[in-house]
Each structure stands twice: as C-alpha cells, then as structure tokens.
C-alpha cells in the first residue's frame, strides 16, 4: 500500500463546476495534511493546509479531513481554466512537525471552457 | 512565507561531471531538505540538511552521491556527482518552520532543471 494515494486522473471538469479531489493515506498516526499545486514547468506551491477533522475553507479551495477513514480532499468550487494544474496531496507522517513530508502521485486537473 | 532562491535555474552537464546546486532563503528556517522530481512524476525527498552536521538521507540516496551542505539556517547546496543521463531531473530545495510560516507548512523554491548528457 503506498503511503500516500490519490485518485487516478486525469480529471477533467468544464469551467464553472466543482472539481473533486482525493487523497488516502496509510500511516493512522499522521496529523498534517497539505494539498499543493504544481502547473507545468513550474514549482509546487501550497494551496491548503489542514489539521482538524472536518472542512477548511479559502476562497473557492475547500479542504475536508476524516482522520477515521484516512481520507482528505480538496474541492474547488467555480473551477477556472486558471486552475488546470496538477494537484498533489501531501502528508507529514507522525504526530511531530519534524515529519517527513510524503506525496501523492498527482491528479492532473483540466478545466475546459 | 519564505522566499527561496536557487542557483542555477537550469544547466546541462555531461557525464562524469559534478554540479552543485544552492539554495538560499531570506530567513531562518528550522528545515532544509532536497527533493528530485523526475518527468511526469511526483517528488521524492533525497535528504533532510542538517544545520551544522551530516544530512540524513533517505533510501536509496548516498552521501557520496549527492553530499549536501548547510552552514547556517538560511543557506544549503546539493552536489550531484558523477552525473549519468538517470540524473536528469529538477532539484527543489524545500523549507519548513522557522519565519517562513507554520512549523508543519513546507515550502519549495523554483527548482533547478538538470539535464545530463
């Protein structure tokens, strides 16, 4: 089982609706969770933290955390064409924040006009 | 959060050559650490830079393959030696902790593009 796993792409949505990401991770003790944007060429960059089970919310980016199910998305509401980017869902392992931080794949997100 | 510099941006390099790649960041940070990012593929960290001692690597990651150094908490450089053509890929140097922001939110700089011929 691979310690962090998001669901298969790529995804593709059409401008102006919710596009729905996933991500599940193996290690129970795990207690930060972050979701990162990468476009192509470039660098990931940090949309979204989370730490508490339940929903987080910035701006059209929402995160939802169920540490029971080992589980933790990243909604985008009002997708943008802006938003096509690969997404990676990242996880730091243990309870410290000395942790090693481990990804996702990668769901590759296209929004189509 | 912090802003992360790396030097180069992108080089090519022949076989057998070495290239060191800096990282340097405009605050104190607690953790430095370097990733590799093949094509197409997700990152995979190659060693925690340790301030003031040896980094600590991950498997399949050798000191005398990629040494790393980090004088002091803003500053860390990743040698890649004896390049072969499988060591083309892009370098990112990471941050965490410190003032570039939370103690768990981990940052990366612009990356360095490696190609190896």
């Known amino acids: 089982q691979k310690e962090v796993e998001q669901n298969s792409g790529p995804l593709s949505v059409p401008e102006g609706a919710i596009a729905s990401l996933n991500c599940t991770y193996s290690d129970r003790g795990s207690q930060s969770f972050f979701w990162y944007r990468q476009y192509s060429g470039k660098s990931p960059e940090l949309i979204m933290s989370?730490?508490?089970?339940g929903d987080k919310e910035d701006g059209r980016f929402t995160a939802q955390l169920n540490k029971a199910s080992q589980y933790v998305s990243l909604l985008i509401r009002d997708s943008q064409p802006s938003d096509s980017a690969t997404y990676l869902c990242a996880v730091i392992r243990g309870g410290t924040s000395y942790g090693k931080l481990t990804f996702g794949q990668g769901t590759i997100l296209t929004v189509h006009p | 959060s912090a802003v992360i510099s790396q030097k180069p941006s992108r080089d090519i390099c022949q076989r057998g050559t070495s290239l060191t790649i800096q990282c340097q960041v405009d605050?104190?940070?607690?953790?430095m650490f370097w990733y590799r990012q093949q094509p197409g593929q997700s990152l995979t960290l190659i060693a925690t830079a340790n301030q003031g001692s040896e980094a600590t690597y991950e498997s399949g990651f050798v000191i005398d393959k990629f040494p790393i150094s980090r004088p002091n908490l803003t500053f860390s450089t990743l040698t890649v030696s004896n390049m072969s053509p499988e060591d083309s890929s892009i370098y990112l140097c990471?941050?965490?902790?410190?003032?570039?922001?939370?103690?768990?939110?981990?940052?990366f700089g612009p990356g360095t593009r490696l190609t190896v011929t």
């Open positions: 605050s104190q940070v607690t953790m």
């Open positions: 989370i730490y508490s089970n």
């Open positions: 990471s941050v965490r902790g410190g003032s570039s922001g939370g103690s768990y939110e981990q940052y």
